[in-house]
């Protein structure tokens, strides 16, 4: 359930391998950029404090590996997510193509109680890179289908678009936080009984 | 919902929970995965006491039907207390009925198995009600619940055993009296006081547990005296040391008396192998004479960096142990021709040959990125056109082309850089690490099998050495273990610098002192972090972050002399399970007595990682008891 005090948003940075995830996520923390990042094992995250209309809210954000058999850890990782971010390579194309199956597998995995209504936001990253191979176009065409998911092209390497996308990010979260009292499927009430521990993981204890 | 249900509500429910024994009536829906109710009357000012039941009911009965759950009946195995909800029932009921159903009334005790995925019921006599499977998550919440509605407590004999008290009996009488005398804040239910320690979590439950300890003991002594009449177990029992534990700071607390482990003795690290010791191990044909005690050696201490070239090539299986120089100089000679072979296979394929095949131009592309980010920090791979990325590049297609099966998985490119920067020869690095990824090939199982068993068998060793943080963990939702992937995936790669990942690595590949070593490195670890987890309260989010930010600290000498303490505590200590044995390599003690044991000696012998199923590891509670009853045998009576 929502907090009255403090907002904590998880957001979740999802897309294939080397689409810049990790990158994203430093550059948006950190305002940093560095070519020696290593591949993500496992997954790991970085917080940050933005004000959104006045109200002060800590973003969580998630950065997980990209290779498809990871996938399967991720149900551990998603859970009581508050947006997910679906990043491509816009010099990639099979990167833009696997952005339905990580959709799929996302709402599969973290099981939110609105599927259709649950925030998600597109980045085209590489966008200082060329040839280009994924056009704006194609991507906003994507995002229509997908009940007009919020669109940026971003670079990660020189910082292009990054503050503004998370904005956005946060914006949307925090606005899903606030118009659904919860976004997961509990238990029955009687379950309080045991006080869980997160607001709002609803859900198994074990993704084994 | 149903007629028969008019009275009560569902205070609880859980899916995916598969039926493993009942009652003969019930055969056909043994293996069906079902849902589990608890039922409760409403409140009824006739009746001083809710009746409660548990109820399962298979999944092809769809829950909100309400035509097909009319035919159900309470399963009365106590003939003593008969208590049905629904008067007396036609002979041929049972023949009929779709849903098991158990009155609360009929339960004697329960036994949590299988890391509280596994439940199963007594009514008293010797045989089990039913026995349930928890597939998702665990029965931990159901026994939270269960503690609101029954008192409780562990059994001696077994710390997995709970017993629940009559309550008519004089021990629940003097139970509750006990609690009402201790006033904590003036609520005298059991359940309200566990709740109260949940949230003054550690301190504060074990000063209020060390009041009623004793109590809780003899509490269950009494009853269990009558429980297992047929049990000769008091002079047993009354053997155990008087070392009593209170777990806390979950949904329910166990008062549980844990086996003592053999004190834990230090074993730091020596020095390496040296290049002399290295030497006079070689006979007239070059033959090493004596190869485990330079295993031991190398064990205890690593081996001096002038030699490692040389001595890696025997830990990684490129030349065998009992090999002559002339061997090995014709084993480098066809193993290098061997790898250019397939080095070429790859190196020829035509753009179109490529394009037509999307897998292997899928394993190129992955291959590519994650050589342009493997150690880039160090200057052996640093700077752009640097050639040794194009070596590890290389090596790391032509393992695709050697085995297509797993092909390139992100991690392998950690595993390999170590190797390629300390040998500097690209076949031999090679076939290196074909050696190193037969060590850890299920890792990189397609369906992470491997990492799952690896990750459930670290928390096993965990409960039996540390149960404190184990429980602290289970009941924080981080029974997973997923913060330790990455240890696990690249053997600590990431955590380590790069002169300790070499010395981690190869004191590891000798195999000694037991198979898994490195989950033990795993368990030190956590066990020296316990502080500032369970200090910090912290759940699983911060664990995660916490253990992620151990990497560049980590004193993995200290780790070494740590897990090899706990690896003699283990080995030393006489209530060791099959489970425990099974990870580690050791003797099973089931083998010993019974010859058609499910687990084949083979399999805990062999040299690389047992490659059997999460289930088949976690040893079924039968085999744990006959464990059990065997040391009680040979130690007591």
Redesign the interface.
Known sequence: MASNKKVLLKVIILGDSSVGKTSLMNQYVNRKFSNQYKATIGADFLTKEVTIDDRTVTMQIWDTAGQERFQSLGVAFYRGADCCVLVFDVTAPNTFKSLDSWRDEFLIQAAPREPDNFPFVLLGNKVDLEPRAISAKRAQQWCQAKNNMPYFETSAKEGLNVEQAFLAIAKNALAQQNQSVDLYNEFPDQIKLTNTQKSNGGGDSCAC | MEDEFDDYQ????QDGVLLRQAPSAYIQYINTIGTLYIWETLENEACHSKKRLLEWKPNDVTVDSDVQDQEWAVVNTVQKRVRTLSGNLPPDYYARLKNLKINFEDIKSFRIANKSRQLTFFDGTSDSICSLLFQ???C??LV??LR?FLKFGPSRRDKHLFVIYDADSPEYQELNKTFAALDFKNENSLWTLF?NI?EHPYEGSLEAFSKVTNYVYRSVDANEAEFLQQDDLNRSLSEIDDSSTVHSGG?YELVQKLPQLPKRKDFPRCRPLTEEQWREQFNYEGRLEDVESIKTLIFRGGVTPSIRKEVWKFLLDYHPWNSTSAERQKCNSTKSEEYYLMKLQWKSFTKTQEDNFSDFA?RK??ID??VN?????LDFYAGDNNFNLTTLNDILMTYVMYNFDLGY???M??LLSPLLMLLEHESDTFWCFVGFMNKLISN?????AGM?EQL?NLYTLLAFIDPFLANYLET??C??M??C??WL??WFK?ELKQDDVMRFWEVLWTGYPCQNFHLLVGVAILEQERGALMENNY???EI??HI?ELNGKLDMSLMLNKAEGIFYQLKESDHLTDNIRFILGLPLLSQQTSANHSISPDSSANHSQPRCS?DHVRISPESDEAVYDRSITTNFL
């Not at chain 2, 569902?10 to 429910?13: A, I, L, T, W």
């Open positions: 569902d205070v609880f429910s998702h998550g665990n931990e919440v939270s619940i609101s709740k949940k949904d899928q592309s992955l990125k994650d980010r493997t150690d880039r920090n998985v992100q991690g490119s950690d990189f199982d397609i369906d992470q799952k459930a924080h939702e029974a997973n997923f913060f992937f990455r995936l690249v990431r759940g699983f989010t995660l972050k992620n999460v």
